[in-house]
C-alpha cells in the first residue's frame, strides 16, 4: 500500500511517499503507526483541516483499508 | 477541459479557443489569477497537486457549476510547478446563453477552487518559505454557494 504526503505534511515527515508491505487494517491504524515512528507527522496529521483520501475517494473519520492500494493525507487546500 | 500544466498559461490562445465555434453560447466569462509578488516577499510560488485527483475534484465542482448555472462549457487549467510573480495560475472560462450565469459560474468555481481543489501552495521569499492556508474569507466566499 502507497501513502502519500501532501503540502506542509511532507515537509514535516521529510517524505512525500512510501511503500508499507504489511498495510494498517484502518485509517485510524495507519496515523497510529505514523505517529509512533514520528511524533511530530501524528501530530501534524491530527491539525485542523487534515483530510484522506483512500484511493482517491475522500473519506470522513474512520475507513477499512482492506485491498486500498493507496491513502494520501490531505493539509487545508488552496488553488488559484 | 480541466488541465493542469506547468507551462505559462497562454491566456489569449485559451480565450480564442474557448470562444471558437459557439453558435448558442451568447456569454463567455473568463477569470485569470495572478501570481502576486507581495512587495518582494514572494519570488516563486510553488504549486502541488495529487495528479488524478485533482482533476477529478475539479470534475465535480464543474458538473455542479453546469447543473445549476445551465453552461454550455467550462475550462479550468492550473498551473502546477514553480510560478513566478506576474504569471498566470489559474485561467477560469464559462460559457452560457447569457451573462449572468456565466460570471455567476464563474465566480462560484473560483471560490471553490480557492479552498477547495487539492492543491498546496507555497511561497518561497527571501526569508524562506511558508505554506499557504485557505483564509476565513476564502472558507466563507466558498460557502456563499452552498445548499
Redesign the interface.
Same mark, same amino acid.
Given at each position: 500500500m502507497r501513502v /502519500?504526503l501532501? #503540502?506542509?505534511l511532507a515537509?514535516v515527515a521529510g517524505w512525500r511517499e512510501r511503500v508499507l508491505d504489511v498495510p494498517p487494517v484502518a485509517l485510524s491504524a495507519l496515523r497510529a503507526e505514523l505517529a509512533r515512528e514520528d511524533s511530530a507527522l501524528g501530530e501534524a496529521l491530527a491539525g485542523p #483541516?487534515v483530510q484522506a483520501?483512500v484511493d482517491?475517494v475522500l473519506v470522513r473519520g474512520e475507513a477499512i483499508l482492506d485491498g486500498a492500494s493507496e491513502v494520501?493525507f /490531505? +493539509? +487545508?487546500?488552496? #488553488?488559484? | 477541459m480541466i488541465r493542469l500544466q506547468t507551462e505559462i498559461l497562454d491566456v489569449g490562445a485559451l480565450t480564442a479557443g474557448f470562444c471558437a465555434d459557439r453558435s448558442e453560447t451568447g456569454a463567455v466569462a473568463t477569470f485569470i489569477g495572478l501570481a502576486r509578488a507581495e512587495g518582494g516577499a514572494t519570488r516563486v510560488l510553488e504549486l502541488e497537486a495529487y495528479s488524478g485527483f485533482t482533476e477529478r475534484q475539479i470534475a465535480l465542482m464543474v458538473e455542479e457549476a453546469i447543473a445549476r448555472f445551465g453552461l454550455h462549457d467550462v475550462a479550468v487549467v492550473h498551473r502546477v510547478g514553480a510560478v513566478a510573480p506576474g504569471e498566470a495560475v489559474v485561467f477560469v472560462a464559462t460559457a452560457a446563453p447569457h451573462r449572468r450565469e456565466a460570471l455567476q459560474a464563474c465566480d462560484q468555481l473560483m471560490d471553490y477552487l480557492k479552498s477547495r481543489a487539492p492543491f498546496w501552495k507555497k511561497e518561497h521569499g527571501p526569508d524562506g518559505a511558508r505554506w499557504i492556508e485557505p483564509t476565513g474569507k476564502d472558507l466563507a466566499d466558498a460557502e456563499r454557494w452552498d445548499g
Open positions: /502519500l501532501f #503540502g506542509r515537509d #483541516g483520501a482517491q494520501a /490531505l +493539509p +487545508p487546500m488552496s #488553488g488559484g | -
